[in-house]
T-cell receptor, first 108, second 112 residues
Framework: KNEVEQSPQNLTAQEGEFITINCSYS?????LHWLQQHPGGGIVSLFM???GKKKHGRLIATINIQEKHSSLHITASHPRDSAVYIC??????????FGTGTSLTVIP | NAGVTQTPKFRVLKTGQSMTLLCAQD?????MYWYRQDPGMGLRLIHY???????AKGEVPDGYNVSRLKKQNFLLGLESAAPSQTSVYFC???????????FGSGTRLTVV
């Protein structure tokens, strides 16, 4: 049983498309994180959310605590957005649960 | 450059050998973490530390030991490496719980 489920597992988009990646979780959380892992392997923290919505450039992250669901949106996608996007949740007991990631490829 | 530095970046070990992975951060972060990443399984927490001199077990601690003698360094040790420990290891640090995290670039370890 995975505490964090992401969908889709793989996603291919044309440059300029609007992209949505979904994350559902089954545990009570204190915060949710979206991470980006580049093809070279490096991991970057994109967002930390405990409620509502955050925006950074072309990236938007939302969370619905009641539905235990979060989405990561990318507007006007670009080939440099190609990466694996990972959803992670922290519960109040300092436990960490990670999704297996969504592999995004943006084609020029 | 400020950040998290992991050494080494690559290593091949024979079964039964020991080694230590070093994670160093220069951001004065209290929290430090060691994860392993395996295909199809996502990141899994091995051990973590909430401050100098403290360590705690994560989800998959067996076969690993850690130490945090200095605030800036978090060491991960493998006393007797096994092929099941072949993985990519990531270190991360954060100023406090549920704050933003900074990850190292990873260590690719192969145990033959």
């Amino acid at each position: 049983k995975n505490e964090v489920e992401q969908s889709p597992q793989n996603l291919t988009a044309q440059e300029g498309e609007f992209i949505t990646i979904n994350c559902s979780y089954s545990v009570g959380i204190s915060a949710l994180h979206w991470l980006q892992q580049h093809p070279g392997g490096g991991i970057v923290s994109l967002f930390m959310l405990s409620s509502g919505k955050k925006k950074h450039g072309r990236l938007i992250a939302t969370i619905n605590i009641q539905e235990k669901h979060s989405s990561l949106h990318i507007t006007a996608s670009h080939p440099r957005d190609s990466a694996v996007y990972i959803c992670a949740v922290h519960n109040t007991g300092n436990q960490f649960y990670f999704g297996t990631g969504t592999s995004l490829t943006v084609i020029p | 450059n400020a950040g998290v530095t992991q050494t080494p970046k690559f290593r091949v070990l024979k079964t039964g050998q020991s080694m230590t992975l070093l994670c160093a951060q220069d951001m004065n972060h209290e929290y430090m973490y060691w994860y392993r990443q395996d295909p199809g399984m996502g990141l899994r927490l091995i051990h973590y530390s909430v401050g100098e001199g403290t360590t705690a077990k994560g989800e998959v601690p067996d076969g690993y030991n850690v130490s945090r003698l200095k605030k800036q360094n978090f060491l991960l040790g493998l006393e007797s490496a096994a092929p099941s420990q072949t993985s990519v290891y990531f270190c991360a640090s954060g100023a406090r719980f549920n704050y933003g995290y900074t990850f190292g670039s990873g260590t690719r370890l192969t145990v033959v």
